[in-house]
C-alpha cells in the first residue's frame, strides 16, 4: 500500500505505548485490507460485521494521537511524519463511512467536530504529500448537506485547498457575502463567527500562496492566515468564573472549529514557506517576467516538493549552470525542468528541449504550451515543424522582438532530462545527411 519513500516517513513518526512506528505500514495496510473485504461481502450480500478487530490501537485512536502530535510539536519533521500517519488513518476511516449503507446528510462542519475526509485532507498538507491531499479532497462531500451556508463554502473551500486549487478559492471570495448573519441562538453564533474567521484565514492562506493581493474585507481583519487560525484556537475554548461560588468556573468550548483551525495551521506552518511564487528571481532576470509566470504557475502547481527544493537550493534553475536529472517517473522531472526553462526564458534567451521520441515531443510542446502561455507572458513554444525561426538550417533562431521561444526537439537519450545552459542563444542543427521530415515531426540533433 506503501511505496518505501512513504513508508519511510511513516516509520519516523513518533514512537507511542504499545504502538511501533516500524510497524506503522503494516498495520495500516491490513486495516485497510479490512475495509476492502468487508465492502466486498457487503456488495455480495453477505452480513458483515463492523466492528474492528480489537487492537489496544484503534484507527480512530491512532488518528487522534498523531493529530495531536502535528498540532503541539515543535520539530517539524516529526509534524510532518505524524500528519501522514494521522491522515492515513482519517482517511480510511473515512472511506469506511462512504462504503457504509447510511447515505450522508448530517453537517461536514458543525460545533462539535469536522467530517473525517476533511481532517485526512488537511492532514495530507501538513504532511507534504500533496498527491494524497489531492485524492482526499475527492471524499469531500458539501453537496446535500444539512449544514449552514457558512458550512457549505468552508467545505468547498477546503477542498479546493487540499486539491491546490487556490484560485477557485479567490474566486469564491469575490461572490460570497462580506459578513454571514446567523439566527440562531447564542452557540450557533458563535459557530458562526469562528467559521467564519476560519475561511478569511483560508483565504488569505490562497492569496499568500498565489501571490495576490489580499481581499479588502479580508485585510482589515487579520495580517495573515497564521493570525486568523490563531485567534479562532484561542476564542474556541474559554473558562470564566461565574461569580456563584455554587457554580465555579464555567467553561465554554467549540472543538470543531478549534479542531478545524489546529490543522489549518499546522498545514499553513508546512506549506506557505514553499510556495513556489516565494523563489527568487534569478541574478539577471526580468523580474517581472518571473513574478508573473510564478503566479501563472501557482495556479496548477502552488508548491515546491521537498525534492525540487533541494535542486532550487543548489541553484539547477540558475543559468549558466549545466546539470544532469534522473528521477522515477511522476517524481516530477519535468516540473523541475520548467524552473530552468523559466529562468532562461527571464534572462531573454531561448531554450531547446530535447525529448527521446516524437510521440513525446509532441505531448511535451502542448505540456509547455499550457505551463508557458504565450497570451500571458509573450513567450512561444513550438516543434521544430511549426517554428517561427528557421530551425532546420545552421542559422541562429531568429526571435521577434521581445518575445522568448522554446523548441522542441527529438534526440537519442535515457529516461533524464538533460539541460545544458552555455549561455548564448540556441543555435539547431540538422546532421549533414538529414533524413526527410514529416510536418511536426521533431529536429534529431540539436543544440549549443
Not at 489580499?214 to 487579520?222: L, S, T
Not at 502552488?302 to 540558475?318: C, I, M, Q, S, T
Not at 522582438?401 to 537519442?412: E, K
Amino acid at each position: 500500500m506503501f511505496d518505501p519513500v512513504t513508508a519511510a516517513l511513516m516509520r519516523s513518526a513518533p514512537e507511542l505505548p504499545g504502538l511501533d512506528p516500524a510497524e506503522l505500514p503494516q498495520t495500516l495496510t491490513a486495516r485497510y485490507a479490512e475495509l476492502v473485504a468487508r465492502r466486498l461481502r457487503r456488495t455480495e450480500g453477505e452480513e458483515t460485521s463492523e466492528a474492528e478487530q480489537e487492537s489496544a490501537w484503534p484507527l480512530a485512536r491512532i488518528a487522534d494521537t498523531y493529530e495531536l502530535i502535528t498540532s503541539i510539536h515543535d520539530d517539524p519533521n516529526i509534524r510532518r511524519a505524524a500528519a501522514f500517519v494521522a491522515g492515513t488513518a482519517q482517511q480510511i476511516l473515512a472511506q469506511e463511512k462512504l462504503g457504509g449503507p447510511e447515505v450522508r446528510t448530517g453537517p461536514i462542519l458543525n460545533r462539535d467536530g469536522i467530517d473525517q475526509a476533511v481532517a485526512a485532507a488537511i492532514l495530507f498538507l501538513a504532511a507534504e504529500q500533496y498527491a494524497d491531499a489531492n485524492e482526499a479532497a475527492r471524499q469531500i462531500s458539501v453537496e446535500g448537506r444539512q449544514q449552514d451556508f457558512i458550512a457549505t463554502l468552508l467545505g468547498e473551500d477546503i477542498r479546493d485547498l487540499a486539491a491546490g486549487n487556490f484560485s477557485g478559492i479567490l474566486e469564491r471570495a469575490q461572490r460570497r457575502p462580506e459578513h454571514f448573519v446567523s439566527r440562531g441562538g447564542l452557540e450557533v453564533r458563535g459557530t458562526t463567527a469562528l467559521f467564519e474567521s476560519i475561511l478569511v484565514g483560508v483565504e488569505l492562506f490562497a492569496a499568500e500562496v498565489l501571490g495576490e493581493s489580499v481581499p479588502a474585507y479580508a485585510a482589515d481583519r487579520f495580517d495573515t492566515a497564521r493570525s486568523a487560525f490563531s485567534r479562532v484556537l484561542q476564542l474556541s475554548t474559554n473558562q470564566y468564573e461565574s461569580g456563584d461560588s455554587s457554580v465555579g468556573s464555567i467553561l465554554t468550548t467549540y472543538p470543531g472549529p478549534r479542531h478545524l483551525a489546529s490543522l489549518l495551521l499546522a498545514a499553513y506552518e508546512a506549506t506557505a514557506g514553499v510556495a513556489v511564487t516565494k523563489i527568487d528571481p534569478p541574478p539577471g532576470a526580468d523580474e517581472d517576467f518571473w513574478k508573473s509566470w510564478l503566479r501563472h504557475r501557482a495556479a496548477t502547481a502552488p508548491f515546491v516538493w521537498p525534492n525540487h527544493r533541494d535542486a532550487v537550493e543548489k541553484g539547477f534553475h540558475l543559468t549558466g549552470k549545466s546539470a544532469v536529472m534522473v528521477l522515477p517517473t511522476g517524481a516530477g522531472k519535468t516540473t523541475v525542468s520548467c524552473l530552468k526553462i523559466a529562468s532562461v526564458l527571464a534572462s531573454g534567451k531561448n531554450v531547446v528541449f530535447i525529448a527521446p521520441t516524437h510521440a513525446l515531443v509532441d505531448q511535451l510542446t502542448v505540456d509547455l504550451q499550457e505551463v508557458f502561455p504565450e497570451e500571458l507572458l509573450g513567450s512561444f513554444v513550438s516543434s521544430d515543424g511549426n517554428c517561427r525561426c528557421d530551425c532546420r538550417l545552421r542559422h541562429r533562431p531568429i526571435t521577434p522582438p521581445g518575445r522568448r521561444g522554446v523548441y522542441q526537439g527529438q534526440a537519442v537519450a535515457p529516461r533524464s532530462r538533460r539541460l545544458h545552459d552555455t549561455g548564448r542563444r540556441p543555435v539547431c542543427r540538422i546532421p549533414e545527411q538529414p533524413t526527410p521530415f514529416a510536418p511536426g515531426q521533431g529536429i534529431h540533433r540539436a543544440c549549443s
